[in-house]
């Protein structure tokens, strides 16, 4: 990345001015570590008043400010440039290099100091210092930034997707409330499952939640140890029989031989969960869904295929992210956190592996988790 930085000299010494913007003219400072290279648009201002005059006007990122000039001195230029809250960085240049200016500067606010005499490579040693040091509090900002944009609309996201299962459990109450069904209880039994089933939905989003956030934290505990993988994909194709069979979707799987990885069980359960479920979910009634585990020798490969509704390429590009659901006719009573898929690529990672997905709309979809052993 390449960034171009506004840095003012202050000098009431013409001749110091232009020598400054003559080394700085062609300088590029490059920061590998950041991976940033920086050059210099160099301005002048030959007192205090003019230097203000030109902050106000064009605001710098970088200041070398003289310490004796005539009218408002450097230290007062400083006091002023900090009550505005300038963002730029101040380097201090005097002849009178004492400990107790140099302190007195810092605690105002100046990031450097450098001494008169200077020569061309001390003057780049620290302009490519400061240079640095504003670059990073310019990333740090705008990552800030990101990051309460982001916080915004995960928060926005996650208020919608909770407004609609209380609003549905709040009318279902109110129904319950006002004996709107009729004077049987029996009569009731349909809005209480569906309260049940909207608040069901609800847990599985908090739990979701925990989930993602214990993840990308780095917080989750894990317990890792050898685990037979066919083992857990039976396991959790016999917990999804009783929603396979509400959909008359047959799930097959037929192991060979045993697969074994170095992993979390608890994350593999969740991984090979959210696959199942989610073919059952989007499938068409009558359907099936297959399981294959492959073993290779670096990788395992979890391979879930469904004969469901799938989906366009516009849809598959949407399905990782957070909230994600794929939202047409076919699917609009289907409920979900739409952050299963958003999991199970940050498990994948752990593994250095990831997901990929094959589907077309109408021939179902297949869903291949890669984990490196």
């Not at 080394?23 to 030959?46: C, M, P, T």
């Not at 900002?141 to 909770?162: C, D, K, M, T």
């Not at 094959?358 to 869903?367: A, D, R």
Request: hydrophobic share 45%; charged share 25%.
């Amino acid at each position: 990345m390449k960034e171009t930085l506004h840095l003012l000299i202050v000098d009431d010494e013409p001749g110091m001015r232009m020598s400054v913007e003559r080394v700085l003219r062609k300088y590029n400072s490059h920061h590998e570590d950041i991976q940033v290279d920086v050059d210099f648009r160099v301005s002048q201002a030959g007192s205090g008043e003019e230097a203000m005059a030109l902050v106000a006007a064009d605001a710098p990122d970088l200041i070398l400010l003289d310490y004796k000039l005539p009218g408002m001195t450097g230290l007062e230029v400083l006091q002023a440039l900090l009550e505005r809250k300038c963002e730029a960085l101040v380097v201090m240049i005097t002849a009178y290099a004492s400990l107790e200016t140099a302190v007195q500067a810092t605690k105002i606010g100046a990031f450097d100091f450098l001494a008169k005499p200077f020569t061309p490579d001390e003057l780049k040693a620290v302009v490519h210092k400061t240079s640095k040091h504003f670059m990073v509090q310019r990333q740090a900002r705008r990552l800030a930034e990101e990051r309460r944009q982001i916080r915004f609309e995960f928060l926005s996201v996650l208020a919608h997707e909770l407004k609609s299962p209380l609003a549905a459990v709040e009318g279902n109450l109110f129904i319950l409330r006002d004996h709107l069904a009729g004077e049987l209880i029996a009569d009731y039994d349909p809005w209480v499952d569906r309260s049940i089933q909207r608040l069901d939905g609800m847990r599985k989003l908090i739990f979701d939640l925990l989930d993602l956030t214990r993840i990308e934290s780095g917080q989750k505990q894990r317990s890792l140890g050898d685990v037979e993988l066919c083992a857990i994909a039976t396991s959790c194709l016999e917990a999804h029989q009783s929603l396979a069979a509400q959909k008359q979707v047959s799930l097959r799987f037929h192991p060979k031989d045993a697969v074994h990885l170095h992993a979390d069980p608890g994350e593999l359960e969740i991984i090979f969960n959210n696959l199942v479920s989610n073919a059952i979910k989007y499938n068409r009634d009558g359907g099936t869904v297959e399981v294959v585990i492959l073993n290779e020798p670096t990788l395992v490969r979890i391979l879930v295929r469904d004969s469901g509704i799938g989906m366009s390429g516009e849809e598959v590009a949407k399905l990782f992210g957070e909230f994600s659901r794929i939202k047409n006719e076919k699917t609009r009573n289907i409920l979900g956190s739409g952050l299963g898929l958003s999991i199970l690529r940050r498990l994948a990672a752990l593994y250095e592996g990831g997901v990929e997905v094959v589907s077309e709309p109408g021939e179902g979809s297949t869903f291949t988790v890669t984990l490196r052993k």
